[in-house]
């Protein structure tokens, strides 16, 4: 007994690393694993370097319905249900199998990080359980997608099917905006010869009369202007390429 004692603790120990290590909060902890709270934040500084975070677990099934959100909770929950079914694991192994796998598709095609955290996509399946929130087939192409339980079936279209009409541009002009930071970042490429001019011109003595300066001046600011052209073409193709 002693010997089986021990052995359950290990796994339960296990269990809690792993789950921290996804990003699991206290509250997700003391859900599903069968040690003492104390020992479980002890287990959490150990692993995270620093006290768990206070506070209560979001409680909105709407943050769901959301276009993108949406999308994503679907993604998490078809490969919840198929390790569940197909793959034949337990509750707690299916979420961790199928976050895995949801993250690692999120990661592969391209988006900067994944939209549900583990706390998120558990408070997910915390809400089917509850009978709260349901799969719906999409009258298109078929697929399930979340919707809040007993809404009408007939008709309904999953978001990738029929998504909003400023999906994707909130990220453009993210992107649009990053880009044009960077560029205005980048030192200014200014041609030896305007350097130069521009040298001429503050060399003379303040209170004399300088015929040459105002040439001279004009001279310096145009191969400013004109280095300023160059190096602004020079980005714009690099940008192209």
């Avoid at 990003?23 to 995270?48: F, H, P, T």
Wanted: charged fraction near 20%; glycine fraction near 8%.
């Amino acid at each position: 007994m002693a010997i089986k004692s021990v052995m359950s603790e290990a796994r339960e120990i296990t269990l809690a690393i792993e789950l921290i290590e996804l990003g699991a909060r206290l509250q997700m902890l003391e859900a599903e694993v069968n040690l003492s709270r104390d020992r479980l934040i002890r287990l959490y500084k150990e692993v995270r370097g620093v006290s768990p975070p206070k506070g209560m677990l979001p409680f909105s099934t709407d943050w769901f319905m959301t276009w993108q959100p949406n999308v994503h909770a679907s993604l998490f929950y078809n490969m919840f249900c198929f390790m569940r079914d197909e793959a034949g694991c337990d509750a707690i192994q299916s979420t961790i199998k199928a976050y895995r796998l949801y993250v690692e598709h999120v990661m592969l095609n391209g988006s900067e990080e994944p939209l549900l955290g583990l706390t998120r996509a558990w408070t997910l399946l915390r809400f089917f359980d509850s009978g709260m929130l349901s799969l719906q087939p999409c009258s298109r192409c078929g697929g399930k997608f979340v919707t809040h339980a007993h809404e009408p079936s007939r008709g309904a279209v999953c978001g990738l099917c029929q998504p909003p009409s400023r999906a994707g541009k909130t990220r453009a002009a993210a992107e649009s905006k990053r880009v044009a930071e960077a560029r205005a970042a980048e030192p200014i490429e200014v041609a030896p010869e305007a350097l130069a001019a521009l040298a001429q011109a503050a060399q003379g003595t303040p209170g004399t009369v300088c015929a040459e300066a105002p040439t001279v001046v004009q001279t310096g600011i145009g191969a400013l202007l004109a280095a300023q052209t160059t190096a602004r073409r020079r980005r714009e193709l690099r940008g192209h390429h």
